[in-house]
């Protein structure tokens, strides 16, 4: 059968299609580029968002559209509305989140109890979803509240992976020819506290088994680290860079988000990581406009991210989502304010990410190349990210997709560094 996989939101939604696309090549079927060349299609849905919601739904419609005559709703969204998914057209079976491991054995009809295909080689899923780095899926679930999250509602309780399949993943992945690793969950930092372990366990035991070139940790709940969890940077193949998610800078607007977070906790651990590793890069989420937000408390907020020098991130409206503590806070702050405040922020987020690409102007680095583009006469513009997410482009007369090249770092423009192949 040709089969279209399709995801909307987060790494670990890309993770767990490729994880399917895996299951369905080792079952012998072909993965297709785009929807109209395809039998069956499967969507992993986001619900982060009102708007990832909409475009969840839209994406199960434009397939249909597209003359796809089975389709499969899983994913966030669908595992909150499975009525409403289930009545999207040309919808064969709903696989809501706590069944999405079988969801390929069930599609295919087979037992899951005995659906134990051998992991093949990982090959990039052709079309949009084409990527370099492999994400690899170590935990799922979380057993935190904070209360503006739908993703702890729709996910479940937090549950790791046996550190056995993740290096069996790993290793697949390697095989296919991967250069990158990157590892994912819904609470990355909550991994092994099911059995005793931590993360540290996991990621000392990926470098000492497996020929992992580069390791990449998404993003980490701060409450989940310790100083002495930055030295795991002695090793150089664990990409210097973290995304870690603060929400607001505020204590008393963390306090009504329910994070186990503070102002002055945060400070004491981004001092621990850059003294380890002084350039690590610091990425981070930002909500304005959360229920009650003061212009004081957005003020601190401000302030906060200006003192930590962050080198990038998302900065998010408070997006009310039904189900979530928050939606029924009283103090709902206006849509223009949210927006406002936004605005504010990403240009404090902008000017230290700006900062930050400055001091590597000159220097060589290694990239990964994950997108290439021909260019007539210039040959291939490729674009990919250093250790320390940089985002690079440069020129080459052939595509370097995949490719990893030494670069000195030019001119940086709308968040991109022009660089030059040495
Ligand atoms: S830690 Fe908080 S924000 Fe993150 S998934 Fe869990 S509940 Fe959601």
Redo the contacts with the bound molecule.
Sequence with gaps: MKIFLDTIGCRLNQAEIEQMARQFRAAGHEIVAAAEHAELAVVNTCAVTTQAASDSRSKIRSIARAGVEQIVPTGCWTTLQPKEAAALPNVLRVVTNDQKDFLVAKTLNLEPSNFDLEPIERAPIPGLHRRTRAFIKVQDG?D???T??I??VA?GEGRSRPLAEVIRDINSALAGDSKEIVLTG??LGSWGQDFAHHLRDLVKTILRETDVKRLRLSSL?PWDLDADFFQLWQDKRLMPHLHL?LQSGSESTLRRMA?KTTPDSFRELIKAARKVVPEIAITTDIITGFPGETEDEFSETLDFVKEIQFTGGHVFSYSPRPGTGAAKMKGQVRHELRKKRNHIIQEAMEESADSYRGKFIGQKMSVLWESITEFGEYGWRMEGWTGNYLRVSAFAPSPRWNEMDDVVLGEAGDGVVKGEIV
């Design positions: 979380c935190n509240k904070c503006f999250c993703t702890t996910r819904v609470h709940e998610p994070r």
